[in-house]
């Protein structure tokens, strides 16, 4: 008993503790608010990609130039099952029936169903690209560099780099601020995020695109883990007891 209560005689309050400390006041709540505002374009840049990397429907392309009826273009590409629409047929998104066969078809008059059984003409890889939906997006990552079929690996990579670009940061941030200063990390961050940014716009290659897009991550946590730190670190206001001073 002596002990346990030696021991709690140890124990104080720790408002009355920390009292000297002040209080968070107005001057705290406008600091942490503008570092807040950092954070905004963080977000905006993490989930764009569910924008920038959608893929639109499509089907292979055929080249303006064949001289082939309406009737075998519409039937250039063959249909398959759809386990997303529970088994309806739908037209494929990666093959189309060997051009050469269709324009000997289409030479020789003959019909797709009526004449020609289409399950036995032979299919080939889309050759001349894809022809991609643009009804509700202009323009992606996917449709701009063909991340379709063979290259579908190349979509979710995209966002793979961007969090290993998150790690990156994580690590480089702190090693920055201490060897620099939060405040220059924190605005230099900030400034390489919009120049990345718009270099960003106008990538010429997926390539490009990743490598910048990684270098995004690690600037956006970089701004994100500083400005935290910040904010964590703002003092509180204090107030200077009177005291009687005899100048004199």
């Not at 600091?31 to 505002?37: D, G, N, S």
């Not at 954070?39 to 055929?62: E, K, M, Q, Y």
Request: hydrophobic share 45%; with cysteine.
């Amino acid at each position: 008993m002596p002990a346990a209560t030696s021991d709690t005689s140890k124990i104080t309050d720790y408002d009355a503790a920390t009292a000297f400390l002040g209080e968070w006041g107005p001057f705290q709540r406008r600091v942490v608010f503008l570092l807040c505002l950092s954070f905004i374009p963080n977000g905006l840049t993490a989930l764009s990609v569910v924008f920038l990397a959608d893929t639109p429907d499509h089907r292979c392309a055929l080249p303006a130039h064949l001289n082939l009826s309406a009737a075998w273009r519409n039937s250039s590409i063959p249909l398959e099952e759809d386990a997303n629409r529970d088994g309806a047929l739908v037209p494929s998104k990666c093959s189309r029936y060997k051009v050469e066969n269709l324009l000997n078809y289409s030479e020789r008059g003959l019909l797709p169903g009526a004449d020609v059984n289409l399950s036995n003409v032979p299919k080939e890889g889309c050759l001349d690209g894809w022809e991609f939906d643009h009804s509700v997006y202009t323009s992606t990552i996917v449709s701009e560099w063909d991340l379709v079929c063979d290259q579908s690996w190349k979509k979710p990579l995209t966002t793979s780099l961007f969090f290993g670009g998150i790690l990156a940061g994580s690590f480089v941030s702190g090693q920055l601020s201490d060897r620099f200063g939060r405040k220059m990390v924190m605005f230099g961050t900030i400034g390489l995020q919009v120049v990345t940014t718009l270099i960003q716009i106008f990538s010429s290659s997926w390539i490009m695109f990743v490598v910048l897009y990684f270098l995004l991550a690690v600037e956006q946590i970089s701004n994100y883990v500083v400005a935290f730190v910040l904010g964590m670190s703002v003092p509180v206001c204090t107030t200077i007891p009177q005291t009687d001073l005899n100048l004199m």
